[in-house]
């Protein structure tokens, strides 16, 4: 089974500075999936970001990046340059890559942290 | 053209009624799912269909049952609701080999 904890129920950041949100992982799975989704309060979801376990180099969209960590199986979100729209709940997932496991194919969530961007 | 469209939005039924969620992607993909958002925002997935197969089968009551009549389509019907299936349920879908998951934008079930 595979477990996301975001230890971080909410977060403040000042407008234009960087925020760092955390997230670590547990699975048995030799391949996996790492993503970032965001949740704005009108409630859609929002794909941000996706590290494989395999890739050699940490993902970067834009203002988000994802560090990972993979020895300390951890893949935090860094925002740069927040911005007031950023405020939102952001989710942490895995996916199960490896077609023996039991994680095969299924996006597991982390409790999510509320991000609010002051001016 | 929204890619994943579920309807209705919101949905306001009394307890011990039958209602249905009905979910459609138009993105080609193969693989179809439904995820529970309940009161304190935890997301977790309820069922999965690839190719019209179910594939993923989480621990949900037998009063959920979901129904994928082709790769576009996946239904949500639900029996005999209780006040504690009041929930956001998202549907999303995926293609085999790419990573990328598209949400619906979710139906908000209250059960009074």
């Known amino acids: 089974a595979q477990k996301i904890t975001q230890t971080q129920p909410g977060m403040f950041v000042q407008e234009k500075e960087a925020v760092t949100l955390d997230c670590t992982y547990d699975?048995?799975?030799?391949?996996?999936?790492l993503f970032w989704y965001k949740q704005p309060s009108s409630g859609e979801m929002i794909f941000l970001i996706y590290?494989?376990?395999?890739?050699?180099q940490n993902a970067t969209e834009g203002r988000y990046s994802l560090n990972f960590q993979k020895a300390r199986k951890s893949a935090n979100l860094v925002i740069s340059a927040s911005q007031l729209g950023d405020s939102a709940m952001y989710f942490c997932?895995?996916?199960?890559?490896?077609?023996?496991?039991?994680?095969?194919?299924?996006?597991?969530f982390g409790q999510g942290t509320i991000l609010t961007v002051h001016p | 053209d929204t890619a994943v469209s579920q309807t209705p939005k919101y949905l306001v039924t009394q307890m011990g009624n039958d209602k249905s969620i009905k979910c459609e992607q138009n993105l080609g993909h193969d693989t179809m799912y439904w995820y529970k958002q309940d009161s304190k925002k935890f997301l977790k997935i309820m069922f999965s269909y690839n190719n019209k197969e179910l594939i993923i089968n989480e621990t949900v009551p037998n009063r959920f049952s979901p129904k994928s009549p082709d790769k576009a389509h996946l239904n949500l019907h639900i029996n005999s609701l209780e006040l504690g299936d009041s929930a956001v349920y998202f549907c999303a879908s995926s293609q085999k080999g790419t990573y990328g998951y598209t949400f619906g934008s979710g139906t908000r079930l209250t059960v009074v």
């Open positions: 699975t048995s799975d030799p391949s996996y999936g």
């Open positions: 997932a895995m996916r199960g890559d490896y077609a023996g496991g039991t994680s095969y194919g299924k996006l597991t």
């Open positions: 590290q494989g376990s395999y890739d050699q």
